[in-house]
């Protein structure tokens, strides 16, 4: 059985990471964050859309507030409306993840892909689990993708999440 302290630790976790690589692309030119680098969505703003489209399409779900965008729209061309934008929904994630009760994490979940098409069920931690590792996934992305322009990620590491250290 699954409780909240999991995605609460993981909806801080996202902010921190989030804040952390996007001041790191903050300092990188427009023309280079848009620079098609060879990777599965092609650019770091490729990515960092995807990223932010990743969640928000969960979060619709998971709100029951359907996210329309299709995967793969760019949703927000300006860089700074893409960060406030992300940022906005890292807040509505950690409060979202406050409220997550074990018996709804562990009722089935109904919804469709985006990728497929296809309707499953699944238990809902499976999928707010999913959610996780999708971004951790294609922030691994972006870290190579900035490291091979010179750019240190720094520690990404969970056990140094700074609210974790605090404890200390």
């Known amino acids: 059985m699954r409780d909240r302290t999991y995605y ?3 909806a801080e976790y996202n902010f921190w990471m989030n804040q952390k690589l996007y001041a790191i692309c903050a300092e990188i030119p427009d023309e280079k964050r848009r620079e098609d680098l060879g990777a599965f969505f092609k650019s770091i703003h490729g990515t960092l859309n995807h990223l932010l489209f990743g969640d928000r ?3 619709g779900r998971f709100i029951e507030k359907p996210f329309t965008a299709k ?6 061309i300006d860089f700074n409306e893409l960060r406030q934008q992300r940022e906005l929904t890292d807040r509505q994630i950690i409060e979202w993840s406050k409220s997550l009760s074990a018996e709804w994490l562990n009722q089935p979940f109904k919804y469709t892909s985006g ?8 238990p809902a931690w499976v999928l707010v689990t999913h959610m996780f590792n999708h971004q951790t996934h294609h922030r691994g992305q972006l870290t190579t993708l900035l490291s091979q ?3 240190d990620p720094g520690i ?3 056990p140094f999440l700074p609210c974790l250290n ?3």
């Not at 995967?71 to 927000?76: A, F, K, P, V």
């Not at 990728?115 to 699944?122: A, S, Y």
């Open 166 to 168: 605090a404890i200390n």
């Open 115 to 122: 990728v497929d098409g296809k309707t499953r069920i699944l």
């Open 156 to 158: 990404t590491d969970l």
């Open 8 to 10: 609460e630790t993981m």
């Open 57 to 59: 399409a969960w979060m």
């Open 149 to 151: 322009l010179g750019y």
């Open 71 to 76: 995967i793969g729209q760019e949703l927000y």
